[in-house]
């Protein structure tokens, strides 16, 4: 059963549809409920695909085409570091091996207390800021040093 | 009409034709896998690149649409490098496991890659692994590494099975056809994935390791369950049935089949086969020759028509017979002086016996289900009774058909229904007669005296409003009757009303048909009347007054009949029951002689199909044992018993006997003479028993094949109930119950479901759980076990 929040954002979103096509808003559906939960569940696709009355298999069919759908748990604070070219020119990889020392965790997995996890992602659209990487997909942190890194996990670990 | 050129030859088509469709009608052919002629356009294998005059690049002939003047070359240098390239990629991931794969001989990758393939292989690198998944126990998707990912078993389910089931899950290199986590595909059309697969990826599970699809041959064959006739390729090795695929016929199932025609094969090599005459001596079976068991069932029949007289004697035989034995069944009981024979044994109202014009059929070609644009479908669970026809009927709805539903079960059709009238069984012809006064407001017409009382006592509701102005929206109508409306106590009823709606409408009026000689039955007289005058007792009248002696062909009494108790009870008492069987089943506990007949795959017969098509097929196989043809066995009996007119070298002369020189379509007619609607009396007592048969438990053949009986829809079925009764009853769902009917009764699980209507008990009928209860209609007793 999808959470009242995530009915009432989705319902908001199926105003935009005809009503006869109410899984234009499976995408949105997905993303509400990782906001909430981190990451998205086969039962929480099953409870998209009832509530959007469509196959469970098509929501199955975009959860897992889109790479920056969650399918595992992730961390409370989901870094995802940009290595494409941009990044990679001004040192893409030692920043990623820097936040992964740093967290003590490899690409993909999630610190044990629960409260970061590490993603490898793609282009951004703002390379003038490279290095970067995305706090729970919501918010970009550019222009990377160590320090800044330091920083950034630093008050993320407050919250 | 547009001009285009292919390889130098010219061709007008339609607009929107697209290149690979031109082509094909010219006789040329360009390699493919994703494009099929009845699913959507991907293009997404691009093994169809063909080169076009003017276009840079080549083009995908599936997704190009011919336009005026348009030059295409197919085997062109650019178009093969093209093709050879496409090929090349397609071959990277695929294993090549050519040697230990179902679909060797009949793969159409490998076909193209003698083709188009190079002799080696560039790539040196890690082949993809795809993980085989289980998709229930009729498609096996155990080597999906073999998939090219065409996606033609996913566009089928969308689009011609109605359920999305499988789906390409993942990207690029990862994508791969999966099912929802651990889901099977339940689709009752699912095994046309299998022909589709252009691979060894879905193949045949019962099928599976047993032959090499040059082993086999190939006889053509008409299916023997549903109404529908569909035409099978029955494949053959060593004298057994290995496989049935499709046999396209464009004008029945396409290139379709239901997984009952497909599957149902393995009931034919069933372990319950008989395969030697038996006789009862002393209350122990003895085998003996087939002289002596004739011999028996000659005398008997004699001695019971001396003593007691003719009428004495029943006859009854399931609709899945042949034309031929059904024939000569009653030439045989009639040659006894009886008249006592009927087919229709689900049937409950036979108040129509000769007041009908002619055999009930389809009134119309099963072809033009597509093209009808407002349905009014009367109690039919259409998915599971006609599986090809539902199809057919959600292809209509694709093309903006309104389908209008009068039912007491809600089954979800996997189509768009526009009004649907959910109730009880009893209150159908109320809801009918709502509809007809509605229509005849909206035409301003004047109603026949027959319908004109039920009609002035009834006010259409809001639904039933709807549908009447669906209907006369629409210009090609349908009104078509289901099984259940066949079954249904005020059958004649419900046939009169729905005959006056279609005649307002100017529309087709028909019957969707139980089984495949659902027609042929009455063709061949299998019934105990003729034109106006009611011969003998039907198929209901013989178990309520019981006979002496019953012929049954192929009838398995507790499972065939409309009251399966008041069946048992009726055999059980008889002095002589003759069960002429391709099984050994029940019978041996009622039965006196047994003889083994052969399935429809040994013998030569004909059925009539529910659009009145009489399609003629031969044996494919030689009889299993000692098991003989009926119709020679009837022959043979008919010969000995002195009835003249019994002389048929074979069962081409027996058909021609009956068809020849008659018009076929002038003896097919829904309308009745004579019969008038009465208001809805009939008020149940209590709860009242709703009935489907299983899908899978439908007839002999069916009910042994054992893939089929693995499947969702041939689970033990439960009994199905309103939350609201539940309540009233202090029941829960899950929990066992007793169901009652007359002194028997069937213990099935409960379970609750709010599509039906307040006031019933679904509970399935032709299921062996439910073998003790009474008719398939009426009042039932529910408490808790």
């Not at chain 2, 490998?110 to 190079?118: I, K």
């Not at chain 2, 006739?229 to 060593?238: M, R």
């Not at chain 2, 014009?357 to 669970?381: K, T, Y």
């Not at chain 2, 048992?568 to 019978?587: E, P, Q, R, T, W």
Request: net charge negative.
């Amino acid at each position: 059963m999808l959470s009242e929040q995530v009915r009432a954002k989705t319902d908001h979103e199926l105003k935009k549809y005809p009503p006869d096509r109410k899984q234009s808003a499976v995408m949105a559906a997905l993303r509400f409920v990782q906001d909430e939960k981190g990451w998205i569940s086969t039962e929480d696709m099953a409870d998209v695909a009832s509530y959007l009355c469509m196959p469970q298999i098509s929501v199955y069919e975009v959860a897992t085409f889109y790479n920056m759908y969650n399918l595992k748990p992730m961390g409370r604070h989901t870094l995802t570091v940009c290595t494409n070219l941009s990044c990679q020119l001004v040192g893409a990889t030692e920043t990623l091996n820097y936040i992964k020392s740093k967290l003590d965790i490899e690409v993909g997995e999630v610190t044990a207390d629960g409260k970061f996890g590490l993603l490898e992602g793609e282009c951004q659209n703002v390379c003038d800021e490279a290095p970067l990487f995305m706090i729970n997909n919501k918010k970009t942190c550019g222009n990377l040093t160590k320090e800044k890194i330091d920083q950034i996990l630093a008050e993320l670990d407050k919250e | 009409m547009i001009n285009i050129e292919i390889d130098g030859k010219h061709i007008n088509v339609e607009n929107g034709c697209s290149v690979i469709e031109a082509a094909h009608r010219l006789g040329i052919d360009i390699p493919h896998f994703c494009y099929h002629k009845k699913l959507s356009i991907a293009a997404n294998c691009r093994m169809c690149l063909v080169q076009i005059e003017k276009a840079p690049k080549p083009l995908p002939a599936c997704a190009t649409p011919a336009a005026e003047g348009m030059k295409v070359f197919t085997a062109s240098e650019q178009a093969v490098k093209a093709q050879k390239g496409v090929m090349e990629f397609l071959l990277i991931n695929h294993p090549l496991d050519c040697p230990i794969c179902d679909q060797g001989g009949e793969c159409e990758l490998q076909d193209l890659a003698v083709g188009y393939g190079g002799s080696a292989s560039r790539y040196n690198e890690k082949k993809r692994v795809v993980l085989q998944k289980d998709i229930g126990p009729l498609v096996a998707a155990e080597e999906m590494s073999r998939c090219i990912n065409c996606t033609r078993c996913v566009r089928f389910g969308i689009e011609i099975g109605g359920a999305t089931e499988l789906g390409q899950a993942f990207r690029g290199e990862h994508a791969e056809i999966m099912a929802f986590m651990s889901e099977t595909v339940d689709s009752e059309l699912s095994g046309n994935m299998i022909d589709l697969c252009p691979v060894g990826a879905l193949t045949s599970k019962p099928f599976r390791y047993s032959a090499r699809t040059w082993e086999l041959s190939r006889r053509k064959s008409i299916s023997p369950h549903d109404s529908l006739g569909s035409n099978l390729a029955v494949q053959v090795k060593n004298n057994r049935v290995m496989r049935v695929l499709p046999l396209e016929n464009e004008e029945i199932n396409e290139c379709w089949l239901s997984d009952k025609d497909r599957f149902s094969y393995e009931g034919l090599n069933s372990a319950e086969r008989l395969t030697k005459p038996m006789i009862k001596q002393g209350g122990k079976w003895l085998e003996v020759e087939w002289q002596v068991a004739l011999e028996y069932v000659a005398n008997g029949l004699r001695q019971i028509t001396q003593e007691a007289g003719a009428e004495y004697i029943g006859a009854l035989a399931t609709p899945n017979s042949t034309l031929e034995e059904l024939y000569l069944l009653q030439k045989l009981t009639r040659g006894l002086g009886s008249h006592n024979v009927d087919f229709r044994l689900r049937q409950s109202d036979f108040s129509a016996d000769s007041k009908q014009s002619g055999a009930p059929w389809l009134g119309m070609a099963v072809a033009d289900i597509n093209h009808v644009d407002r349905f009014l479908l009367v109690g039919s669970f259409l998915r599971k009774d006609h599986p090809l026809m539902a199809s057919r009927v959600r292809q209509a709805t694709k093309d903006g058909a309104q389908v209008n539903l009068v039912h007491a079960a809600d089954d979800d059709l996997l189509m768009p229904i526009a009004n649907k009238e959910i109730v009880l069984p009893t209150e159908m012809s109320t809801v009918l007669a709502q509809v007809l006064k509605a229509l005849a407001t909206a035409k301003q017409a004047t109603l026949d005296i027959s319908v004109q009382q039920i009609v002035q006592s009834v006010t259409p509701s809001a639904t039933a409003q709807a549908m009447a102005d669906s209907l006369a929206s629409g210009e090609h109508v349908a009104v078509l009757l289901g099984n259940f409306a066949q079954q249904h106590p005020q059958a004649s009823q419900l046939q009169l009303l729905a005959q006056h709606i279609a005649a307002l409408c100017g529309g087709k009026f028909g019957f969707f048909g139980e089984a495949a000689n659902s027609v042929g039955g009455y063709l061949a007289q299998a019934v105990p009347f003729s034109g106006a005058e009611v011969q003998g007792m039907n198929a209901s009248a013989m178990l309520d007054e019981q006979r002496k002696a019953y012929i049954l062909l192929n009838v398995e009494a507790e499972l065939d009949m409309q009251n399966p108790q008041q069946a048992l009870a009726a055999m059980g008492a008889a002095d002589m029951v003759v069960a002429m069987s391709a099984y050994k089943h029940h019978a041996i506990k009622y039965a006196d002689v047994y003889l083994p007949i052969t399935p429809f795959t040994e013998t030569s017969g004909t059925f009539v199909s529910s659009e009145g098509r009489a399609q003629s097929f031969k044996g494919t196989v030689q009889p299993l044992g000692e098991a003989r043809p009926a119709w020679k066995v009837l022959r043979v009996l008919g010969n000995m018993l002195d009835i003249p007119g019994f002389d048929y070298n074979n069962s081409e002369a027996v058909r021609d006997e009956m068809l020849v020189g008659t018009d076929l379509p002038a003896k097919l007619s829904n309308i009745l003479h004579g019969v008038s609607a009465q208001a809805a009396s009939g008020d149940v007592a209590g709860l009242q028993r709703v009935s489907d048969v299983p899908i899978y438990s439908s007839d002999a053949i069916v009910r042994r094949a054992t893939s089929l009986q693995k499947t969702r829809d041939a689970v033990t079925p439960c009994a199905l109930m309103h939350s609201v009764e539940l309540q009233k009853l202090n029941l829960q769902s899950g929990e066992t119950v007793k169901l009652t009917q007359g002194n028997g009764s069937a213990r099935l699980s409960i379970t609750a479901d709010n599509s039906l209507p307040h006031g019933v008990v679904r509970v399935a009928a032709g299921h062996v759980v439910t073998a003790e209860l009474g008719a398939m209609f009426g009042s039932i007793m529910v408490e808790r076990a």
